[in-house]
Each structure stands twice: as C-alpha cells, then as structure tokens.
C-alpha cells in the first residue's frame, strides 16, 4: 500500500464549478500537508500548506486536512479554465531535511469552457 | 532570483551514452533532491541531498549518480542510459516543509 493515495482522474467539470480534490494517507506522523499545481510541461508550483488539522482558505482555494481519517481535500471554488492542470498532494511529518516529503501520484483536472 | 534552474530542458540519448543534468538553486536551500515523473507513477525520489559532501538514496537510484560539491549545485548523472530512464526528470530544493521545483528535464533514451 502507498502511503499517499490519490485518485488520477482525469477529472473533468464545466467553468464554475466547486471542485473537490482528495488524498488519503496511512502515516499518522505526517503533521504539513501541501497541495502543488503543475501546469503541462511544467514543474510542480507549492499552491497551498496547512499544519496539522483544520481548513486555510486563499482566494477560491480552501485546503482541509483530517487527521483522525488520514484525509486531505482541496475545494477550488468558481473554478476556470486556467485552473486546468495536474494537482498532486505532498505531505512530511517535520521541518528538518530528514523529514522526506511524500507525494500523491497527481489528480488531473480539466474546466470545461 | 531565480530559484531552482534546470539545464537541458530537453535530451534524446543513444542507450549506452552517459551524460549530466544540471540543477542550480539560489535560496541557500541545504536539502536538493532529484526526481523522476513518470505517467502513473508520480514523483519518485532518485537521490537527495542534505548539505555539501552528504548525498544519499531515495526509491529510484540505480542507474545515476550524483554529487554534491557546493551547496548551489546537485548535478544527476546518468552513467549509461536505458530506454526505462525515459522520463521528465525534476530538480527541487527544500525550504522548511515544502519543495521548490525546477521546470524539468524531458529525457528520451532511444
């Protein structure tokens, strides 16, 4: 079993839309959690990270983490066309380079004009 | 400040031919680590870096090596190339928790 999981789509939903990307987990030291946006022949760009549990909102992106189910949403609200791309989720369990971060194999997600 | 800067962007090799991808970061980052991308598979950790002179495994490593010689610079080596090192190679370097990515290396073993 991974210790992350993450769902590969593609995903594909009309401009406008709330969408909802999910990851779930089995290492319960993991404390950062990240999501990263990667554009089509581009490399991945940190979009959002939270500490521990609860909700961090930027914009029209609200990232959730719950750790007592291993599970971690990114909500994209009034969703664009620009927001086509691939999204992985990453956590680590600390802050030092011993800490290896972990990464979700990437969710890809298309808005429909 | 550029951040993390890959060179080439794009490579095609003969299998048997070796050769390096250079990675270069400016934010003084002591963590660097390379990584291939491959359809399905993720990102799946090659080698990575704790400081100058410290280098060590990660899932991947057969078939590279790399160096550590100043704290800017984390070259990957291919020492003979195989049609299975075809991938998008990244470079990132490490601030706190999260991970800065260079834009890639696009690799083609023929």
């Known amino acids: 079993q991974k210790e992350v999981e993450q769902d590969p789509g593609p995903l594909s939903v009309p401009e406008g839309a709330i969408v909802s990307l999910n990851c779930t987990y089995s290492n319960s030291a993991f404390q950062y959690f990240m999501w990263y946006r990667q554009y089509s022949r581009k490399g991945p760009e940190l979009l959002m990270y939270?500490?521990?549990?609860g909700n961090k909102e930027d914009g029209r992106f609200t990232a959730q983490v719950d750790k007592s189910s291993k599970y971690i949403s990114l909500f994209i609200r009034d969703s664009q066309p620009s927001d086509s791309a691939t999204y992985l989720c990453?956590?680590?369990?600390?802050?030092?380079?011993?800490?290896?971060?972990?990464f979700g194999s990437g969710t890809r997600l298309s808005i429909r004009p | 400040n550029a951040g993390v800067t890959q060179t080439p962007k794009f490579q095609v090799l003969k299998t048997g031919q070796s050769m390096t991808l250079q990675c270069a970061q400016d934010m003084n980052h002591e963590y660097m680590s390379w990584y291939r991308q491959d359809p399905g598979m993720g990102l799946r950790l090659i080698h990575y870096s704790v400081g100058a002179g410290i280098t060590d495994q990660g899932e991947v490593p057969n078939g590279y090596n790399v160096s550590r010689s100043t704290t800017e610079d984390f070259p990957l080596r291919l020492l003979s190339a195989a049609p299975s090192q075809t991938s998008v190679y990244f470079c990132a370097s490490r601030g706190g928790q999260s991970a800065f990515f260079g834009q890639g290396t696009r690799l083609t073993v023929v």
């Open positions: 939270t500490y521990s549990s």
């Open positions: 990453a956590m680590t369990s600390g802050y030092s380079s011993a800490s290896k971060i972990i």
